[in-house]
């Protein structure tokens, strides 16, 4: 497995509860990158010496100026590409905007915005396009992301990674719970590939605060606070993966039947299926199905 992007969960909460959020991003999400934890995996990164993109992603990243900032700093340092995604809500009025990303301009090479009608009233909000101005005033790159509400065919195309313009939902994580019910269904078992993530050869992987190493959310392939992101590299085995193995062999339908688990009928999307299963399969698969927060589990239970 050959990594190019490193995409890290900067923090699991967020200023909002969005019903499409992958991983369950919320005011109450606990599980937030330290400095410390970032030089690691910077080191870990340069060792792999195939990584260009450091990312920083949330949960809402912006919530930790402080350490956001100096983890950009030190990653543009040791050679890397930056990229962000916030929803902007920092971006007040134009001189907030302005004053806020300042620090920015000149070390990130992608400044991604949040912006749909799960995040406002309207797709692009008075803070977004305050947020867009601030960034192209100080030739920040910056381009707008965006996703449909669920009654829209799914339209993303892009293998790992949401592109710029519109794109479908994935019913995964809080959309597997709030989301379904207004999108079309599909037959469980015509379900027969993941759509959306290249599964053999990710090229990029999410990292979050606890050390999990996804290659889809709520998937890890390790802990590399335990094992060092060369070795997980190394040692990935995707057909010998009791999770991943079978999604290759024939998609989410594969997992359910591999695994006799019990299903509905029909499903809105192969993520739907693929997260309802694998929640089923969480105790059989501790250490994979990772962790609580990527599957909507509160701290208390
Ligand atoms: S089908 Fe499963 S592995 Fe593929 S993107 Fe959807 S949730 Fe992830």
């Known amino acids: 497995m050959i990594l190019t992007g490193l995409h890290l969960l900067w923090s699991y909460k967020c200023t909002y509860e969005c019903d499409h959020c992958f991983v369950w991003g919320s005011p109450w999400q606990e599980g937030t990158f330290a400095l410390r934890q970032l030089d690691e995996i910077l080191r870990q990164g ?18 930790y100026y402080a350490t956001l900032l100096r983890g950009i ?38 400044f991604s915005i949040s912006a749909d009608l799960y995040h406002g009233d309207e797709v692009q909000t008075t803070q977004v396009q305050t947020a867009r101005a601030a960034a192209e005033k100080l030739r920040i790159p910056v381009r707008i992301i965006t996703i449909a509400q669920p009654e829209t065919e799914d339209t993303t195309e892009a293998i790992g990674q949401i592109p710029p313009g519109e794109s479908g939902v994935m019913f995964r994580g809080r959309a597997a719970e709030n989301l379904v019910e207004r999108a079309g269904r599909k037959p469980w078992d015509s379900f027969t590939e993941c759509p959306h993530e290249d599964l053999r050869d990710p090229g ?8 999990n190493v996804h290659i889809c959310q709520g998937i890890s392939l390790g802990n590399l606070f335990h094992t060092p992101l060369g070795t997980i590299c190394d040692t990935y085995d995707p057909d010998s993966h009791p999770v991943i193995g079978p999604i290759l062999d024939g998609g989410p339908a594969e997992l359910v039947r591999r695994y006799g688990l019990p299903h509905a009928e029909s499903y809105a999307d192969a993520c739907h299926l693929c997260y309802e299963a694998r929640r089923d399969l969480r105790s059989r698969f501790p250490q994979i199905l990772t962790p609580d927060q990527m599957y909507g589990v509160p701290e208390d239970e």
Do not use: M, S
Not at 49 to 59: P, Q, R
Not at 80 to 107: M, S
């Open 46 to 63: 340069r060792e792999l010496g195939t990584v260009e993109w450091i990312c920083f992603e949330g949960g809402e990243p912006f919530l």
């Open 73 to 110: 700093q030190r990653a543009k340092e040791e050679g890397f590409k930056t990229g962000i995604v916030t929803n902007t809500y920092w971006a007040i009025e134009e001189a907030d905007a302005l004053e806020t990303l300042r620090p920015f301009a000149g070390l990130v090479d992608d």
């Open 204 to 211: 990029r992987i999410h990292i979050d605060p606890l050390g």
